[in-house]
């Protein structure tokens, strides 16, 4: 199968500009800055990407984008649709590449889960993304063209018809390892000229790189998930490896300072279950410990393993995950039970994965592993 993205190569993706980028290249196409900002509106408010139809420029600047721009979301290879209403689609990307992007629908919000790389350059173990090893980062057209596809086959109106309500960066990729890319396309989801979200309805999901946190904390002003999956050092290193270079404590005080410099945002804590693995009730003890080290923070969300093709980790029994939950909640510690969600069509928490030409040995090494029953074939 073919993915084809439109990327002229003499001509410029207006979707790798914020506000400010597309006002300075309009400023160099000899344009006035209030003429970016008009097609601006049509690109997020009205999702056209058809110079030709933006009614209210002038001819003679529609000829000159149609001569050196381009609106270039990624092309859709396929789609699909769960039995619960969660929507995937497949995005091709460059070399044989493709990404994936999920849309979760609920009564009282809409929520699209957005990927930052092709692959991903970390390798958490209980992760279907990280067996495919890692091709590259995505550009901001890359990252914010997802939601504009989303937008546009969900019929998505920005300050109107809003089916998009949040954003999470949360699907394949560590999203502080394509900080300056990621920003920006978090800037074009909350900007009023964009998809106009408030901060705490875009969240960035991160394993935990401790100066990019920091970072973070200064340059945008977004909700934080922090991917801990394990309150003691040894098996957080295990499960995630990033752990052996930023442990447990680094991470609670980059959390404490993203608090401290952003009050009004939040952090939530993501755990996800896995049988006799992090379950146990010491498990709890230890991530109770790590949650009063952060007193305000107090959100952990527990997300039952979604399993996959290959790998030798399984969910955890409705017994042990609400035991769990029951003692975090007794210890004052405000737990959500995330449902899971189109899990029947690969959807789920954990589950993403594209087609990535891997730069890196993981995605043979996997396969061969595969191959010789290291690891679970079904």
Same mark, same amino acid.
């Given at each position: 199968?073919?993915?084809? +993205?439109?990327? !002229?190569?003499?001509?410029?993706?207006?979707?790798?500009?914020?506000?400010?980028?597309?006002?300075?290249?309009?400023?160099?196409?000899?344009?006035?800055?209030?003429?970016?900002?008009?097609?601006?509106?049509?690109?997020?408010?009205?999702?056209?990407?058809?110079?030709?139809?933006?009614?209210? +420029?002038?001819?003679?600047? &529609?000829?000159?984008?149609?001569?050196?721009?381009?609106?270039? !979301? !990624?092309?859709?290879?396929?789609?699909?649709?769960?039995?619960?209403?969660?929507?995937?689609?497949?995005?091709?990307?460059?070399?044989?590449?493709?990404?994936?992007?999920?849309?979760? $629908?609920? $009564?009282?919000?809409?929520?699209?889960?957005?990927?930052?790389?092709?692959?991903?350059?970390?390798?958490?173990?209980?992760?279907?993304?990280?067996?495919?090893?890692?091709?590259?980062?995505?550009?901001?057209?890359?990252?914010?063209?997802?939601?504009?596809?989303?937008?546009?086959?969900?019929?998505?109106?920005?300050?109107?018809?809003?089916?998009?309500?949040?954003?999470?960066?949360?699907?394949?990729?560590?999203?502080?390892?394509?900080?300056?890319?990621? +920003?920006?396309?978090?800037?074009?989801?909350?900007?009023?000229?964009?998809?106009?979200?408030?901060?705490? &309805?875009?969240?960035?999901?991160?394993?935990g790189l401790v100066p990019m946190i920091d970072k973070l904390s200064v340059e945008s002003d977004v909700s934080l998930a922090v991917s801990l999956h394990a309150a003691n050092d040894e098996l957080r290193t295990e499960l995630v490896p990033l752990n052996k270079r930023y442990p447990l404590a680094e991470l609670a005080a980059a959390c404490e300072r993203y608090i401290n410099r952003a009050?009004?945002?939040?952090?939530?804590?993501?755990?996800?279950?896995?049988?006799?693995?992090?379950?146990?009730?010491?498990?709890?003890?230890?991530?109770?410990?790590?949650?009063?080290?952060?007193?305000g923070v107090n959100k952990v969300n527990l997300i039952p393993f979604n399993p996959f093709p290959g790998t030798r980790f399984e969910r955890s029994g409705p017994d042990e995950i609400r035991s769990f939950q029951t003692q975090l909640l007794n210890a004052g510690v405000l737990t959500m039970l995330r449902r899971t969600r189109g899990d029947d069509i690969d959807a789920a928490c954990g589950?993403?994965?594209?087609? +990535?030409?891997?730069?890196?040995? &993981?995605?043979?090494?996997?396969?061969?592993?595969?191959?010789?029953?290291?690891?679970?074939?079904?």
């Open positions: 199968m073919r993915h084809a +993205v439109n990327t !002229p190569a003499d001509k410029v993706n207006l979707l790798d500009f914020d506000r400010k980028g597309l006002r300075d290249f309009f400023a160099e196409l000899g344009e006035k800055p209030y003429r970016a900002e008009q097609v601006m509106k049509w690109i997020y408010h009205r999702l056209e990407s058809d110079f030709e139809n933006m009614t209210d +420029v002038g001819k003679a600047l &529609r000829e000159k984008l149609s001569a050196s721009c381009y609106v270039g !979301p !990624p092309k859709t290879a396929f789609e699909k649709t769960a039995i619960d209403g969660t929507q995937k689609w497949l995005l091709g990307m460059d070399g044989g590449n493709a990404i994936e992007t999920v849309y979760i $629908p609920e $009564p009282t919000r809409g929520t699209l889960c957005v990927s930052s790389q092709v692959g991903c350059a970390l390798n958490c173990q209980f992760c279907s993304t990280a067996t495919q090893g890692f091709s590259r980062n995505l550009s901001t057209a890359e990252i914010i063209g997802q939601v504009w596809v989303a937008a546009k086959h969900l019929g998505n109106v920005p300050h109107q018809q809003r089916r998009i309500t949040n954003v999470v960066m949360m699907g394949m990729g560590e999203p502080l390892l394509n900080f300056d890319n990621v +920003v920006k396309a978090m800037s074009l989801m909350r900007d009023d000229l964009g998809f106009g979200l408030a901060g705490k &309805r875009v969240t960035l999901s991160t394993a009050p009004r945002t939040s952090i939530t804590f993501e755990y996800t279950l896995m049988k006799g693995i992090n379950d146990k009730p010491e498990h709890a003890r230890q991530l109770i410990k790590f949650m009063r080290r952060l007193p589950q993403l994965k594209g087609q +990535v030409v891997d730069r890196t040995r &993981r995605q043979a090494e996997f396969r061969k592993k595969l191959e010789e029953g290291v690891v679970n074939a079904a």
